[in-house]
């Protein structure tokens, strides 16, 4: 039986490639986005793969909108890839209190909101992967970002303690650090910054969504059983622990 998936912002840029990527593997693999219902129904008829629209940033949403999903795909959620991201860019002083709680929502509550009501089925099953999708900026910090490295940071302790609890019931989870990668995110950075980004790469360039989506397709695997509470750093070699 092929594996049921399932990838939040999973229609666009890191999130379109992981569900290609987990399809192509095959898995029967279901997307999540929120806001551009264009790109998603585009992405729909071009790949095959169902779509369904809920915030997860809102627990409710999430309940309703992930009964749904396993209703269509015919079981419980047994991969479970945590990608929906956004960015709202300012210094700390500058910073709103509306910029910090949409970042922190979207970017941190949406893995409880969507592991707190996929976990139940894993455990009882006895298998489980969970791939959060966190960033170079959550390791180090990055300017103008406190929201943002804040949530990615807390993405990674997340993942720590959930990989924990949840290893005596088959269920690993790990999470993805990326680097720059050449999507919509990274092409709003503009041109100047953008390229005293690249600079600081010792590959000498952007990642791509695709070299991304191989390291999720490999932690997603019945046989990467053994590779829990772990960050994988996929960032070209700009920022080493």
């Not at 015919?74 to 300012?90: K, S």
């Not at 009882?124 to 959550?138: K, P």
């Amino acid at each position: 039986m092929a594996r049921i998936a399932l990838i939040t912002g999973g229609t666009r840029g890191i999130g379109a490639a992981i569900a290609r990527s987990l399809k192509a593997s095959g898995c029967n693999a279901a997307a999540v986005y929120h806001g551009n219902a264009e790109k998603a129904e585009a992405f729909r008829r071009e790949t095959g793969i169902p779509v369904f629209q809920w915030d997860v940033a809102d627990f409710a949403a999430c309940a309703a909108g992930l009964k749904s999903a396993e209703q269509y795909l015919g079981g419980p959620v047994e991969i479970l890839v945590n990608n929906a991201g956004i960015t709202r860019d300012a210094l700390l002083h500058k910073m709103t209190p509306q910029q910090w709680s949409e970042v922190i929502a979207t970017d941190l509550t949406s893995c409880f909101n969507m592991c707190r009501l996929s976990i139940g089925a894993m455990r009882e099953r006895g298998f489980g992967r969970i791939i959060n999708i966190a960033s170079i900026n959550g390791q180090k910090g990055q300017f103008g970002q406190t929201n943002y490295s804040a949530a990615k940071a807390g993405v990674l302790g997340f993942t720590k303690a959930l990989a924990l609890e949840s290893a005596a019931k088959g269920i690993t989870v790990n999470a993805v650090a990326p680097g720059y990668v050449a999507t919509d995110m990274v092409a709003a950075v503009p041109r100047e910054a953008l390229a005293r980004i690249e600079a600081q790469i010792p590959v000498g360039r952007l990642g791509q969504a695709g070299e991304i989506a191989r390291l999720v397709q490999f932690l997603a695997a019945d046989e990467s059983g053994f590779i829990t509470g772990a960050t994988f750093s996929i960032n070209g070699g700009q920022y080493m622990i």
